[in-house]
């Protein structure tokens, strides 16, 4: 009897971790401007009420996810937000667009593999085609009834991180608050947003997006007064999203603002 019992627990908690991670519940979206085309994902939270206004949290992708399928961007961080205890604690409505193919979140020229700069970042000049549907999906979505704009939030990693640095310097009264993970930005544009609450992260060990390229991002901004939060994982390379995403406080801070 004891066996069966057991038997049935773990098949319960098995199928209720499945309905967590299930990634359907991101449904397909597509916003269209022009004869241009974002593609996103949008979660929606439990018991989502039309009449009722919520946060929107927008999650920017690395490279190494764009596309033009619409699944592929979530492969880091959707179960963060899967997760039924986030999505109890936490109702909120979080979109993760897909940069295509060729394109870039931020303005950032890649080296050609001839110098030891990988990349340089731009100071000013127009955005790309992917950071201008971006911003034109988010006000977009400050027009919604359902949206509270005074709790939109942005955050990515490594392109997506850059990206995320540089819609704040381009809208920087759009946004409560922000997370950078493994990116970087040229410090000339690090003034436009040094009121903004950002937590910045990145692996000592990154041997893809150099950790000196968001210290360059924290030191201007600390000298500028900022409060930025930076965490350094000694043994972590690239891949320090996990190791943030493990944060106990990371969805508490990036929700605890209001613009």
């Given at each position: ?14 199928v209720?971790?499945?309905?967590a991670?299930?990634k ?10 022009g004869?241009d ?8 939270p ?17 490279a ?17 937000f899967?997760?039924?205890?986030n ?18 979140w ?13 990349f340089?970042f ?6 790309n085609?992917?950071m ?8 977009k ?20 991180a ?17 997370f ?13 947003y ?7 992260f990145h ?7 150099p ?8 030191n ?11 965490s ?16 106990p ?11």
């Amino acid at each position: 009897m004891r066996k069966l019992v057991a038997i049935a627990v773990l098949l319960f908690v098995s199928v209720q971790y499945s309905i967590a991670q299930d990634k359907t519940l991101f449904s397909k979206e597509q916003f269209i401007k022009g004869g241009d085309t974002l593609s996103y994902r949008m979660l929606l939270p439990e018991n989502f009420d039309p009449q009722k206004q919520y946060p929107v949290l927008f999650f920017l992708h690395g490279a190494g996810e764009r596309g033009n399928d619409n699944e592929v961007q979530l492969v880091h961080g959707s179960k963060l937000f899967l997760n039924s205890e986030n999505r109890k604690n936490f109702p909120a409505i979080i979109i993760f667009p897909q940069c295509p193919q060729g394109d870039f979140w931020a303005n950032v020229k890649f080296g050609d593999g001839k110098s030891t700069e990988r990349f340089s970042f731009q100071k000013g000049a127009k955005p790309n085609k992917s950071m201008s549907m971006l911003m034109a999906l988010v006000a977009k979505m400050k027009s919604e009834k359902f949206t509270d704009n005074d709790r939109f939030y942005v955050g990515g990693l490594s392109m997506g991180a850059m990206g995320t640095f540089e819609i704040l310097r381009r809208k920087p009264n759009l946004f409560a608050s922000a997370f950078a993970i493994c990116g970087g930005d040229h410090v000339e544009n690090v003034k436009k947003y040094k009121h903004m609450p950002l937590w910045v992260f990145h692996g000592a060990k990154d041997n893809v997006v150099p950790i000196q390229k968001s210290e360059i991002v924290v030191n201007e901004l600390k000298r500028l007064g900022s409060e930025v939060k930076f965490s350094v994982y000694p043994d972590a390379n690239h891949n320090s999203w996990d190791a943030a995403f493990a944060e106990p406080d990371f969805l508490s801070w990036i929700f605890s603002f209001r613009r």
